[in-house]
C-alpha cells in the first residue's frame, strides 16, 4: 500500500490498478508556467501541452515551442468544444478526443506554427517531506557544506536521514526566542506555494536552532547574478525572474502575512531557473538591536519604505516598495542600490522626494513600475497581484495572448 504524505498524493492500495494519463496533458499550469515550462532545456522546436484553460472554465489551451525571428517562443491556441463533446482549433476540423487533436497535428501543422512533436518534459516533482517530521532529532542531520554566514547564522547543504538533501540554517544562539520563533514557523509552515522555499522542519528543543528547509542548488539570486551564468541571462529572463517573485509576494499578500525583509539576498534560485522567496517573517522575530533598529548596522535601510524607517509601520505596501529595489538588483545584475550613498544620506535624500535613477540597460515600462512602488503614500502603491499580471505580461499586453485560429 502507499498512503498519501502530504495534500496532492494519491493514496492507493495493492492490487490497485492506476492509469496514467496522458503525458502531454498539463493539470493546473498556467499560461506563463506552461512558457517557462516549455522554453526549458531539453524540450525543442514542436514540444507541446495541453492545460486547463485560464480565462474559460472547463476548456483547454494547447502551448507550442515555436522558433521565430525572436528566437524561441511558445504560442498558444484555443481549443474550442463542440455541443456535443468535440474539439476543435479551426472550426473547418473537429475531433472526438484531445488524443485525435494531438495525432492529427503530429501528422501535420495544418495551420498552426509547428506540427506537435514530444510533449513537454515535466519537472521533477519535489520529494514530498515526511508528514509528520515537524521537530526533527539533531542527529538526524549531517551538515555537509558550509554554504554561507548571514547576519544570524549560517547556511549548510545537509542531508536528512542519510537520503534527502536539504538546506539548513543555523541560528545564532541568542538571535531569538525559541518560543517567539515556534509561534512564527508554525505560521511559516502553512504557506505553501511553488514560489515560496518550502519550510521542511525544525530544531529547537536545544540552541542553536535548526531551520530546515528545501535546497536550492543555485544559491541566493544576489549570488546567482553576479556569477558567469547569471551574468549571461538577458533581459526576458530578468523580467520572468521579476515575475516569479511578484507571484510569490502576491500569495503573500493574499494570505494577509508580510515579509519584511525582500531583497534580492533573501530570493534563492534552483536549477531550473526557478526563483522562490525565502526567510519570509523571520524578520520580525529577530531580537539583535543592530538589525531591528533602523540606526543598527545590520538594518538593510536602501530596501525600506520610509514609513517603515520613520514610524516601524511595516505592511505588504512596505514590501511593495522594497520590490521596487528588489527590480534595482536584478537589472543591474547585483549592484547595491542607491550607489555611492551612505544610509543617512539615503534618508534624506528619500525625504526630499528623491529616487533613484534609471539605468539605461533598464526599460522604461520596467522603471515606471519602479517608480509606482516608490510612491509616497503606501495605499497608492500597486498590489503584488497587479504587479505579478504586469510582469507576466511584460512583452505581450500589446498582442493577444492567443494565436487567432489556423
Given amino acids: 500500500d502507499y498512503e498519501a504524505m502530504h495534500e496532492g498524493d494519491l493514496g492507493f492500495k495493492k492490487g490497485e490498478r492506476l492509469r496514467i494519463l496522458q503525458d502531454w496533458f498539463f493539470k493546473g499550469v498556467s499560461r506563463k508556467d506552461a512558457e517557462r515550462q516549455l522554453l526549458a532545456s531539453g524540450n525543442k522546436t514542436g514540444s507541446f501541452m495541453i492545460r486547463d484553460s485560464e480565462t474559460t472554465m472547463g476548456s483547454y489551451s494547447l502551448s507550442v515551442r515555436d522558433c521565430d525571428q525572436t528566437g524561441d517562443t511558445v504560442k498558444h491556441y484555443k481549443i474550442r468544444t463542440l455541443d456535443n463533446g468535440g474539439f476543435y482549433i479551426s472550426p473547418r476540423i473537429t475531433f472526438n478526443t484531445l488524443q485525435d487533436l494531438v495525432s492529427h497535428y503530429k501528422k501535420q501543422s495544418d495551420g498552426l506554427c509547428q506540427s506537435l512533436t514530444n510533449p513537454c518534459l515535466s519537472p521533477k516533482p519535489e520529494k514530498p517531506w515526511e508528514k509528520d517530521a515537524w521537530e526533527i532529532p539533531r542527529e538526524s542531520l549531517k551538515l555537509d557544506k558550509r ?98 517573485i511578484a507571484e510569490g509576494m502576491a500569495y503573500i499578500e493574499q494570505r494577509n502575512y508580510i515579509h519584511r525583509d525582500l531583497r534580492a539576498a533573501n530570493i534563492l534560485v534552483n536549477k531550473s531557473l526557478v526563483c522562490k522567496i525565502a526567510d519570509f517573517g523571520l524578520a520580525r522575530i529577530i531580537e539583535d538591536n543592530e538589525y531591528t533598529a533602523r540606526e543598527g548596522a545590520k538594518f538593510p535601510i536602501k530596501w525600506t519604505a520610509p514609513e517603515a524607517i520613520n514610524y516601524g509601520s511595516f505592511t505588504i505596501k512596505s514590501d511593495v516598495w522594497s520590490f521596487g529595489i528588489l527590480l534595482t538588483e536584478i537589472i543591474s545584475y547585483g549592484r547595491t542600490p542607491y550607489p555611492g550613498m551612505t544610509n543617512p544620506e539615503v534618508i534624506r535624500a528619500l525625504e526630499r522626494g528623491y529616487r533613484m535613477q534609471r539605468l539605461d540597460s533598464c526599460p522604461q515600462e520596467l522603471y515606471d513600475i519602479m517608480l509606482e512602488c516608490w510612491k509616497n503614500k503606501p495605499e497608492d502603491r500597486p498590489t503584488f497581484e497587479y504587479l505579478q499580471s504586469v510582469l507576466e505580461d511584460f512583452y505581450t499586453a500589446t498582442e493577444s495572448q492567443y494565436q487567432q485560429q489556423p
Avoid: C
Avoid at 167 to 178: D, I, L, N
Avoid at 180 to 201: G, P, S, Y
Avoid at 209 to 227: N, Q, V
Fill in 147 to 244: 554554504l554561507g554566514a548571514g547576519q544570524f547564522g549560517e547556511v549548510w547543504m545537509a542531508t536528512y536521514n542519510k537520503h534527502t538533501k536539504v538546506a539548513v540554517k543555523t541560528m545564532k544562539p541568542g538571535s531569538m526566542s525559541v518560543e517567539a520563533f515556534l509561534m512564527e514557523a508554525n505560521l511559516m509552515k502553512t504557506l505553501q506555494h511553488d514560489k515560496l522555499v518550502r519550510l521542511n522542519a525544525v530544531v529547537t528543543k536545544e540552541e542553536p536552532i535548526y531551520i530546515i528547509t528545501e535546497f536550492m542548488e543555485k544559491g541566493s539570486l544576489l549570488d546567482f547574478i553576479k556569477t558567469d551564468e547569471g551574468n549571461r541571462v538577458q533581459l526576458p529572463k530578468l523580467i520572468d525572474f521579476s515575475a516569479q
